[in-house]
């Protein structure tokens, strides 16, 4: 990808992006309740592919960005209508984690549909392919009211052209762990993998976890 198309992909996040608040990785001080009229998702993303130099072996850091489906009754002007998770971001309880390794995130979001819409790096210069909100093909899920999600481990080549997840797995150990270092989210997390929207007359298929 040369400078204009990098320039032109990075800018077009932006106009897709821009404008709505974006959800960031929880205080551990967040508190949670049954009732509350958002949700938490947690979830687990891993760097796959290395980019071998000589002498060197590294994985890429990358950005996955999820947008809300707007619902018939609109969310606050200012709440997150976007879900951005990077595994750059590695700040508190995920600083000694490097690309290469699984890190969990926990993320306070407005309850709805989530389409995933982009994956991004800066390194390799690749893109997940842009998907028109519910394309056949495009992963999604979708959290309720006063829910605790723990959606999977997302394990992603961002060296491929276009950027993709190639395994969903489960880590429901690392999950309770991650979340206790969260005391103040007291409701009970589920799991739930992502669906791949349909095509037309069939069902969702639901992300399998591998074993």
Known sequence: MGPFRTLAATALLALLLGGCAQSRVA???????????DAIVVIGLKSVVPIITPGSRSYPDFQMSWELLPAQQ?????????LVVDSADRTGIFEEKPPGELALYV?????????????????????????PM?????????????????IGDLHCDVIARPARCTTLTRSDAL???VLRQ??????????????????????????????
């Open 107 to 131: 993320i306070r979001v407005p309850a709805g549909t989530y389409y995933l819409r982009q994956i991004t790096t800066d390194v390799a210069q690749s893109r997940y392919s842009l998907l």
């Open 134 to 150: 519910g394309a056949p093909g495009a992963p999604f899920f979708t959290v309720k009211p006063g829910e605790v999600r723990y």
């Open 175 to 177: 999950a309770h762990a």
């Open 182 to 211: 969260y005391p103040g989210i007291r409701v009970k997390p589920h799991f739930r993998a992502p669906a791949y929207s349909p095509a037309a007359d069939e069902p969702a298929r639901v992300m399998t976890v591998s074993n």
């Open 27 to 37: 205080s551990t001080e967040t508190q949670f309740v049954e009732g509350s009229p």
């Open 74 to 82: 609109p969310v606050r002007p200012t709440a997150a209508r976007a």
